[in-house]
């Protein structure tokens, strides 16, 4: 291997190569807590913990400059808290466990690399399993979603996002997808500055280039239900506020939506997934700051504009209201 320095001298360099795939690796331990140390280099995993650990604690660690997961465990109530995990090439955090603690983290440059990530990668938080929590976390400057999350009665709440989707397009501050899942919540987040990238997607139905930036705050992926979107703000996303794309039985009440440069609102039927019906829209604010921009846009390639209900809501673009 060589590296090119240009004009500096290698002499003031200092290089690291990882040695090991995982920095820590837990195996069939239960009870283990890390506190005040620093996780570096790992080739694949800072912090790896299998099935069998749980009590698996991890407070106020930094990790930082993995292979590809920060943290990483399917352990039930694996906890990441108070920590610092930044530059892994492909997620922060990743855990499909039960009853998952994931909160007051400081995540930052997640996925920034292109080609050093997975396509279902370079994102901030990915937490997955049942009854999990993911609460006052701040995440920014991630390649494509900065919180995933699925699960029953999973919570993603008081968290901050900022600059997200500058890898990977058609994404968003705050994901989720599928109908198998009930009582998940995305209450009192934070979602700005989704960018896009045009080489990061195609444009539908051919293999050009997207010609238009995707990125959304909050976005419901297909099929998502029994979602409640309660008192978030999305702010100067590159594409939408709140996206629900062929997602049904959600509620959206009390969000204030602002400056996202195609729409405020946006409600999209384009697959062949369940009609969108049993949605509740009530109490929120959508203002759109531009001409060009929208409050609330549904398209559809079905007969379903009969979606659910709106009511109490507040649509405002005043640099162009007439009325």
């Not at 352990?75 to 955090?93: E, K, L, Q, R």
């Not at 900065?146 to 989707?165: K, M, P, Q």
């Not at 440069?261 to 019906?277: C, E, I, S, V």
């Amino acid at each position: 291997i060589y590296m090119y320095f240009g004009a500096v001298d290698p002499d003031t360099k200092t290089i690291k190569v990882s040695f090991y795939d995982n920095t820590i690796k837990a195996q069939n331990k239960t009870d283990i807590t890390l506190s005040g140390i620093c996780l570096e280099g790992g080739y694949d995993i800072c912090l790896y913990g299998n099935v069998n650990c749980t009590g698996f604690v991890a407070n106020d660690i930094e990790i930082r400059y993995s292979g590809r997961y920060g943290a990483n465990s399917v352990a039930s109530g694996f906890t990441v808290t108070n920590s610092y995990i930044h530059d892994c090439a492909d997620f922060g955090v990743y855990t499909y466990a039960p009853s998952a603690i994931v909160t007051g983290n400081t995540v930052d440059r997640i996925g920034l690399w292109e080609g050093m990530g997975k396509f279902t990668g370079y994102i901030g938080l990915s937490v997955n399993g049942n009854d999990s929590l993911c609460r006052y976390n701040r995440i920014t400057n991630t390649g494509y979603n900065g919180i995933i999350f699925r699960g029953n009665n999973t919570e993603v709440s008081y968290n901050f996002v900022d600059t997200y989707c500058t890898v990977i397009d058609d994404g968003g501050g705050i994901y989720t997808s599928n109908n198998t899942y009930t009582g998940r919540i995305i209450d009192h987040n934070i979602c700005i500055n989704g960018i896009g990238n045009y080489s990061g997607s195609t444009n539908y139905g051919n293999t050009t280039p997207s010609t238009t930036l995707y990125a959304h705050g909050i976005y419901l992926d297909e099929m998502a239900a029994d979602v409640d979107v309660t008192n978030n703000s999305c702010i100067s996303n590159s594409y939408s506020g709140i996206f629900l794309h062929s997602a049904t039985s959600n509620n959206v009440t009390g969000n204030t939506i602002y400056n996202n440069a195609f729409t405020q609102l946006l409600f999209a039927h384009d697959t062949t997934a369940d009609n969108m019906a049993s949605i509740l829209v009530n109490n929120n604010i959508f203002v759109a700051k531009d001409a060009t921009q929208y409050c609330f846009y549904f398209r559809s390639n079905y007969n379903d504009l009969n979606f659910g209900s709106a009511s109490g809501n507040v649509y405002a673009r005043p640099i162009d209201d007439d009325n």
